[in-house]
T-cell receptor, first 114, second 113 residues
Framework: GQNIDQPTEMTATEGAIVQINCTYQ??????LFWYQQHAGEAPTFLSY????GLEEKGRFSSFLSRSKGYSYLLLKELQMKDSASYLC???????????????FGKGTKLSVKP | EAQVTQNPRYLITVTGKKLTVTCSQN?????MSWYRQDPGLGLRQIYY???????DKGDVPEGYKVSRKEKRNFPLILESPSPNQTSLYFC????????????FGEGSWLTVV
């Protein structure tokens, strides 16, 4: 089966660092994505990992461990505008190795307080 | 400009009146997908398509139909809408090669009364 788990809600303080975890069990693995979504708007792309390790992009970093089925998104120097939902998504791998379906977790709602 | 276009963006309709939400992309993407989003339930996949004439059910396909007759279009059809289909709908597309992210349309707010 397929399952992606992430915390439902998190709260953090402006200027702090927050880590949002994601664990997954899918039919094969062909990459993990993180998206940001503000209420009522379309998700926007944040990061992509396909190999183990850390990918850094400005205030945002994403880590992947394929053996553990685990990823996290790290947000540094939090700003009020970072209050949003953060979605973890996994691209499955079809039999034969081709790109499969993209499966989303339910998202983590992050609230940044002054 | 690369984009995914959904129409209508907002619609209020009545129970049982067939409707179609169109989705079109101009990026020659093979993969397209429909999601609905409801409070507390995240993005739930309705149907997806790996390429022309290839469609598969997602997690919540009941009450919906799709077609993929050409690469750029992936309409979502509600044959007999019911109030529990009131939701925010997103269409998305991507290339199938490794590393390519998915592009989302702006969303369609659908209310069935």
């Amino acid at each position: 089966g397929q399952n992606i788990d992430q915390p439902t809600e998190m709260t953090a303080t402006e200027g702090a660092i927050v880590q949002i975890n994601c664990t997954y069990q899918t039919s094969g693995f062909n990459g993990l994505f993180w998206y940001q979504q503000h209420a009522g708007e379309a998700p926007t792309f944040l990061s992509y990992n396909v190999l183990d390790g850390l990918e850094e992009k400005g205030r945002f970093s994403s880590f992947l461990s394929r053996s553990k089925g685990y990823s996290y998104l790290l947000l540094k120097e939090l700003q009020m505008k970072d209050s949003a939902s953060y979605l973890c998504a996994v691209r499955e791998r079809n039999y034969g190795g081709s790109q499969g379906n993209l499966i989303f977790g339910k998202g983590t709602k992050l609230s940044v307080k002054p | 400009e690369a984009q995914v276009t959904q129409n209508p963006r907002y619609l209020i309709t009545v129970t049982g009146k067939k409707l179609t939400v169109t989705c079109s992309q101009n990026m020659n993407h093979e993969y397209m997908s429909w999601y609905r989003q409801d409070p507390g339930l995240g993005l739930r996949q309705i149907y997806y398509s790996m390429n022309v004439e290839v469609t598969d059910k997602g997690d919540v396909p009941e009450g919906y139909k799709v077609s993929r007759k050409e690469k750029r279009n992936f309409p979502l059809i509600l044959e007999s809408p019911s109030p529990n289909q009131t939701s925010l709908y997103f269409c998305a597309s991507s290339l199938r090669s490794t590393g390519n992210t998915i592009y989302f349309g702006e969303g369609s707010w659908l209310t069935v009364v």
